[in-house]
């Protein structure tokens, strides 16, 4: 089963809230391997529980970097630096709303020294809406500096369906909104190398028959722009190191496509074309050539200009999803 599958089921008003919550930067494992990581992230279920992996980007030297079935990993991040990795994780009761129960938790290289960076629910005082409630974390994304992460939540309840982007620091403190319109669905995939901007999917759910669209955001909230292409629907955007360019996803029907753009979302083309099969990018590779991405089960990479497909998906894996690519 599809990692990402499992995990997912208009101006934007500037205001930056600060939220309630306190740290919890105590290490609560150390259940890590002494392993030297790969450069490639990838979660796999078999060990019989969701457990990252690392591997060499010619899917060679496969090292499982956790092993503790009580604590799935659903998504993960490199640093900037590659000295830590951002996982998602679930906390509280299982009889809990899975999605409200989604944290963000930072842990080394080697899988140890964890310790849970967000908490289950936090509280927000809308000068407008009054006292509300969101819940869960999920798609981590450093700031270039690796002293903030940026990622979305969801507020409770789910039947409205509205996901906000917040941004904390990575030792737990000043937790902050950054989107605020309700009935707007905001799911954040990047933060721009020059740290001023967001990539991130939308949906407003105030409008009938809205579908999503990548859009870049101030850190602020602030709508910059939308970004066009041909066809109905697009996610997953991100830049390139060097932000001259911006990797999506778009489908439409049976049409299921990887798209390039500028790094102002501007020009955007076709960069890979297929049929029945969801493609979704991960990363970029540090020279800006080559895109990992992921691909029904499979991991891929592809050069920027569409060429040298080649498939890195380790021997003896089936139904992997790469997740995150280490710059240094």
């Not at 000295?83 to 129960?101: C, H, Q, W």
């Not at 970004?227 to 911006?246: M, R």
């Not at 991991?299 to 497909?309: A, E, K, S, Y």
């Amino acid at each position: 089963m599809s990692i990402q599958n499992f995990i997912r089921v208009s101006q934007v008003i500037l205001l930056s809230l600060l939220i309630f919550v306190g740290c919890k930067d105590n290490p609560v494992s150390d259940g890590g391997f002494s392993v030297e990581a790969g450069s490639i992230l990838f979660i796999s279920d078999k060990s019989g529980s969701y457990q990252l992996y690392s591997m060499n980007e010619d899917g060679s030297n496969v090292q499982q970097l956790t092993n503790d079935p009580n604590f799935p990993i659903l998504d993960a991040s490199w640093s900037p630096d590659g000295k830590k990795i951002a996982v998602v994780s679930l906390v509280g009761d299982e009889s809990t709303y899975p999605f409200y129960r989604y944290a963000i938790f930072i842990m080394d290289a080697y899988g140890r020294n964890r310790y849970q960076l967000t908490q289950q629910y936090v509280y927000v005082d809308d000068p407008v809406y009054g006292k509300l409630t969101y819940a869960g974390a999920l798609h981590p994304v450093w700031s270039t500096d690796g002293k903030q992460i940026a990622y979305s939540r969801l507020m409770v309840p789910e039947a409205i369906a509205n996901r906000d982007i917040f941004t904390i620091n990575i030792d737990g403190t000043n937790e902050k909104r950054v989107t605020t319109t309700i009935s707007v669905n905001e799911t954040i995939t990047d933060w721009s190398p020059d740290g001023q901007s967001f990539l991130c999917d939308i949906i407003n759910w105030s409008k009938p028959g809205s579908r999503k669209f990548v859009a870049i955001l101030s850190t602020r909230g602030e709508m910059k722009k939308q970004i066009s292409v041909d066809t109905v629907t697009s996610g997953h955007g991100l830049w390139s190191p060097n932000q001259a360019y911006i990797v999506l996803t778009s489908w439409s029907g049976v049409r299921h496509d990887l798209f390039i753009s500028d790094g102002d979302g501007n020009n955007a083309r076709v960069l890979r074309t297929t049929n029945n099969t969801f493609n979704y990018p991960v990363a970029w590779s540090s020279d800006n050539q080559r895109i990992l991405f992921n691909s029904s089960g499979d991991i891929f990479m592809v050069r920027r200009d569409g060429g040298g497909l080649t498939k890195i998906t380790p021997v003896n894996f089936a139904e992997v999803e790469a997740v995150s690519w280490r710059r240094r």
